[in-house]
T-cell receptor, first 109, second 114 residues
Framework: DQQVKQNSPSLSVQEGRISILNCDYT??????FLWYKKYPAEGPTFLIS?????DKNEDGRFTVFLNKSAKHLSLHIVPSQPGDSAVYFC????????FGTGTRLLVSP | EPEVTQTPSHQVTQMGQEVILRCVPI?????FYWYRQILGQKVEFLVS????????KSEIFDDQFSVERPDGSNFTLKIRSTKLEDSAMYFC????????????FGSGTQLSVL
Protein backbone atom coordinates (compact mmCIF):
# COMPACT_ATOMS: atom_id res chain seq x y z
CA ASP A 1 0.00 0.00 0.00
CA GLN A 2 2.03 2.94 -1.29
CA GLN A 3 -0.63 5.46 -2.20
CA VAL A 4 1.68 8.37 -1.38
CA LYS A 5 5.34 8.19 -2.34
CA GLN A 6 8.27 10.41 -1.58
CA ASN A 7 11.13 9.04 -3.65
CA SER A 8 13.87 11.20 -2.19
CA PRO A 9 14.77 10.14 1.35
CA SER A 10 16.99 13.18 1.81
CA LEU A 11 17.78 16.59 0.37
CA SER A 12 20.60 19.00 1.16
CA VAL A 13 20.32 22.68 0.32
CA GLN A 14 22.31 25.79 1.14
CA GLU A 15 20.76 28.55 3.19
CA GLY A 16 19.00 31.10 1.02
CA ARG A 17 18.46 28.71 -1.89
CA ILE A 18 15.23 27.01 -2.90
CA SER A 19 14.25 23.62 -1.48
CA ILE A 20 11.95 21.51 -3.64
CA LEU A 21 10.39 18.43 -2.11
CA ASN A 22 8.42 16.09 -4.33
CA CYS A 23 5.58 13.68 -3.80
CA ASP A 24 3.61 11.34 -6.05
CA TYR A 25 0.28 9.70 -5.37
CA THR A 26 -1.84 6.99 -6.95
CA UNK A 27 -5.36 7.51 -5.62
CA UNK A 28 -7.30 10.00 -7.76
CA UNK A 29 -10.01 10.23 -5.06
CA UNK A 30 -7.80 12.20 -2.67
CA UNK A 31 -9.39 15.61 -2.09
CA UNK A 32 -6.78 17.30 0.09
CA PHE A 33 -3.03 17.24 0.04
CA LEU A 34 -0.93 18.37 2.95
CA TRP A 35 2.66 18.80 4.02
CA TYR A 36 3.78 18.19 7.57
CA LYS A 37 7.11 18.94 9.16
CA LYS A 38 8.58 16.75 11.86
CA TYR A 39 11.43 17.44 14.25
CA PRO A 40 13.00 14.61 16.29
CA ALA A 41 11.04 13.61 19.39
CA GLU A 42 8.00 15.61 18.24
CA GLY A 43 4.84 14.79 16.37
CA PRO A 44 4.26 15.96 12.80
CA THR A 45 3.24 19.61 12.54
CA PHE A 46 0.96 20.86 9.80
CA LEU A 47 2.70 23.16 7.35
CA ILE A 48 0.53 23.84 4.33
CA SER A 49 -2.26 22.20 2.37
CA UNK A 50 -3.98 22.37 -0.99
CA UNK A 51 -7.40 21.33 -2.13
CA UNK A 52 -7.63 19.04 -5.16
CA UNK A 53 -9.51 21.78 -7.03
CA UNK A 54 -6.53 24.13 -6.90
CA ASP A 55 -3.06 23.95 -8.41
CA LYS A 56 -1.14 26.29 -6.14
CA ASN A 57 -1.25 27.51 -2.57
CA GLU A 58 1.22 29.91 -1.03
CA ASP A 59 1.93 30.77 2.59
CA GLY A 60 4.94 32.97 3.18
CA ARG A 61 8.08 31.11 2.18
CA PHE A 62 6.14 27.91 1.47
CA THR A 63 4.32 27.11 -1.76
CA VAL A 64 2.65 23.86 -2.68
CA PHE A 65 2.00 22.97 -6.31
CA LEU A 66 -0.43 20.30 -7.43
CA ASN A 67 -0.38 18.64 -10.85
CA LYS A 68 -3.44 16.39 -10.91
CA SER A 69 -2.82 14.98 -14.36
CA ALA A 70 0.61 13.78 -13.25
CA LYS A 71 -0.60 12.91 -9.73
CA HIS A 72 2.30 14.92 -8.40
CA LEU A 73 2.74 17.62 -5.82
CA SER A 74 5.71 19.57 -4.65
CA LEU A 75 6.64 21.85 -1.80
CA HIS A 76 8.87 24.83 -2.48
CA ILE A 77 10.64 26.62 0.34
CA VAL A 78 12.17 29.96 -0.62
CA PRO A 79 14.49 31.07 0.84
CA SER A 80 15.54 28.01 2.82
CA GLN A 81 16.72 28.57 6.38
CA PRO A 82 18.70 26.29 8.73
CA GLY A 83 15.61 26.07 10.98
CA ASP A 84 13.78 24.38 8.12
CA SER A 85 15.97 21.30 8.63
CA ALA A 86 13.49 18.54 9.50
CA VAL A 87 11.70 15.58 7.99
CA TYR A 88 8.90 16.62 5.64
CA PHE A 89 5.94 14.34 5.10
CA CYS A 90 3.62 14.58 2.18
CA UNK A 91 0.09 13.46 3.05
CA UNK A 92 -3.19 13.04 1.22
CA UNK A 93 -6.70 12.60 2.48
CA UNK A 94 -9.93 11.11 1.31
CA UNK A 95 -11.64 9.53 4.29
CA UNK A 96 -8.34 9.03 6.09
CA UNK A 97 -5.02 10.83 5.86
CA UNK A 98 -2.26 8.77 4.30
CA PHE A 99 1.38 9.72 4.71
CA GLY A 100 4.45 9.30 2.56
CA THR A 101 7.75 8.01 3.93
CA GLY A 102 9.22 11.48 4.41
CA THR A 103 12.16 13.46 3.05
CA ARG A 104 14.86 14.62 5.40
CA LEU A 105 15.80 18.21 4.51
CA LEU A 106 19.11 19.60 5.66
CA VAL A 107 19.69 23.32 5.15
CA SER A 108 23.29 24.27 5.74
CA PRO A 109 24.47 27.81 6.58
CA GLU B 1 -1.57 27.57 21.38
CA PRO B 2 -3.69 24.52 22.26
CA GLU B 3 -1.94 21.20 21.82
CA VAL B 4 -2.50 17.47 21.93
CA THR B 5 -0.76 15.85 24.89
CA GLN B 6 0.27 12.21 25.15
CA THR B 7 1.39 10.14 28.10
CA PRO B 8 3.66 8.41 28.74
CA SER B 9 6.40 9.59 26.39
CA HIS B 10 8.08 6.17 26.66
CA GLN B 11 6.60 2.79 27.55
CA VAL B 12 8.54 -0.44 27.87
CA THR B 13 6.58 -3.65 28.21
CA GLN B 14 7.01 -7.39 27.98
CA MET B 15 5.55 -9.30 25.06
CA GLY B 16 2.01 -10.45 25.86
CA GLN B 17 1.31 -7.63 28.30
CA GLU B 18 -1.47 -5.09 27.90
CA VAL B 19 -0.62 -1.42 27.42
CA ILE B 20 -2.76 1.69 27.43
CA LEU B 21 -1.55 4.80 25.69
CA ARG B 22 -3.22 8.02 26.71
CA CYS B 23 -4.01 11.21 24.86
CA VAL B 24 -5.74 14.47 25.63
CA PRO B 25 -6.94 15.97 22.33
CA ILE B 26 -7.53 19.68 21.78
CA UNK B 27 -10.66 20.55 23.69
CA UNK B 28 -12.94 21.78 20.90
CA UNK B 29 -11.94 19.07 18.43
CA UNK B 30 -14.44 16.37 17.61
CA UNK B 31 -12.39 13.85 15.59
CA PHE B 32 -9.61 11.76 17.06
CA TYR B 33 -7.02 9.51 15.52
CA TRP B 34 -4.19 7.15 16.30
CA TYR B 35 -1.22 6.73 13.98
CA ARG B 36 2.02 4.86 14.43
CA GLN B 37 5.49 5.01 12.96
CA ILE B 38 7.77 2.02 13.07
CA LEU B 39 11.40 3.11 13.09
CA GLY B 40 12.48 4.17 9.61
CA GLN B 41 9.05 3.67 8.08
CA LYS B 42 6.13 5.90 7.21
CA VAL B 43 3.48 7.23 9.54
CA GLU B 44 0.60 4.73 9.33
CA PHE B 45 -3.07 5.31 10.04
CA LEU B 46 -4.58 3.06 12.71
CA VAL B 47 -8.03 4.36 13.56
CA SER B 48 -10.32 7.38 13.57
CA UNK B 49 -12.97 8.05 16.21
CA UNK B 50 -15.97 10.34 16.27
CA UNK B 51 -19.08 10.63 18.41
CA UNK B 52 -17.92 7.83 20.69
CA UNK B 53 -17.41 5.27 17.99
CA UNK B 54 -14.83 4.15 15.50
CA UNK B 55 -15.45 5.80 12.13
CA UNK B 56 -12.66 4.05 10.25
CA LYS B 57 -9.85 1.62 10.97
CA SER B 58 -6.94 0.21 9.02
CA GLU B 59 -5.88 -3.38 8.46
CA ILE B 60 -3.34 -2.94 11.25
CA PHE B 61 -6.08 -2.24 13.80
CA ASP B 62 -7.06 -5.82 14.57
CA ASP B 63 -8.82 -7.34 17.57
CA GLN B 64 -5.79 -6.70 19.77
CA PHE B 65 -6.39 -2.96 19.52
CA SER B 66 -9.18 -0.90 21.01
CA VAL B 67 -9.88 2.77 21.56
CA GLU B 68 -11.95 4.52 24.13
CA ARG B 69 -12.96 7.98 25.22
CA PRO B 70 -13.58 7.22 28.89
CA ASP B 71 -14.43 10.81 29.84
CA GLY B 72 -14.77 14.22 28.21
CA SER B 73 -11.07 14.77 27.74
CA ASN B 74 -9.07 11.53 27.40
CA PHE B 75 -8.70 9.31 24.36
CA THR B 76 -6.93 5.99 24.87
CA LEU B 77 -5.44 3.25 22.72
CA LYS B 78 -5.24 -0.19 24.30
CA ILE B 79 -3.17 -3.05 22.97
CA ARG B 80 -4.40 -6.20 24.65
CA SER B 81 -1.47 -8.56 24.19
CA THR B 82 1.56 -6.81 22.80
CA LYS B 83 3.82 -8.36 20.18
CA LEU B 84 7.39 -7.48 19.29
CA GLU B 85 6.18 -5.92 16.04
CA ASP B 86 3.99 -3.46 17.97
CA SER B 87 7.15 -1.58 18.91
CA ALA B 88 6.73 1.86 17.35
CA MET B 89 6.08 5.52 18.03
CA TYR B 90 2.36 5.98 18.52
CA PHE B 91 0.89 9.38 17.69
CA CYS B 92 -2.48 10.67 18.74
CA UNK B 93 -4.08 13.40 16.63
CA UNK B 94 -7.24 15.43 16.63
CA UNK B 95 -9.04 17.65 14.16
CA UNK B 96 -11.99 20.03 14.04
CA UNK B 97 -13.51 18.66 10.88
CA UNK B 98 -13.94 15.25 9.37
CA UNK B 99 -12.32 16.20 6.08
CA UNK B 100 -8.91 15.62 7.66
CA UNK B 101 -7.86 18.93 6.28
CA UNK B 102 -5.48 19.49 9.14
CA UNK B 103 -4.47 17.17 11.94
CA UNK B 104 -2.90 18.26 15.19
CA PHE B 105 -0.48 15.66 16.52
CA GLY B 106 0.85 14.95 19.96
CA SER B 107 4.54 14.30 20.58
CA GLY B 108 4.01 10.56 20.61
CA THR B 109 4.55 7.58 22.89
CA GLN B 110 7.53 5.40 22.09
CA LEU B 111 6.42 1.84 22.80
CA SER B 112 9.11 -0.81 23.15
CA VAL B 113 7.98 -4.43 23.41
CA LEU B 114 10.67 -6.78 24.73
Amino acid sequence: DQQVKQNSPSLSVQEGRISILNCDYTNSMFDYFLWYKKYPAEGPTFLISISSIKDKNEDGRFTVFLNKSAKHLSLHIVPSQPGDSAVYFCAASESRTVFGTGTRLLVSP
Amino acid sequence: EPEVTQTPSHQVTQMGQEVILRCVPISNHLYFYWYRQILGQKVEFLVSFYNNEISEKSEIFDDQFSVERPDGSNFTLKIRSTKLEDSAMYFCASSERQTNEKLFFGSGTQLSVL
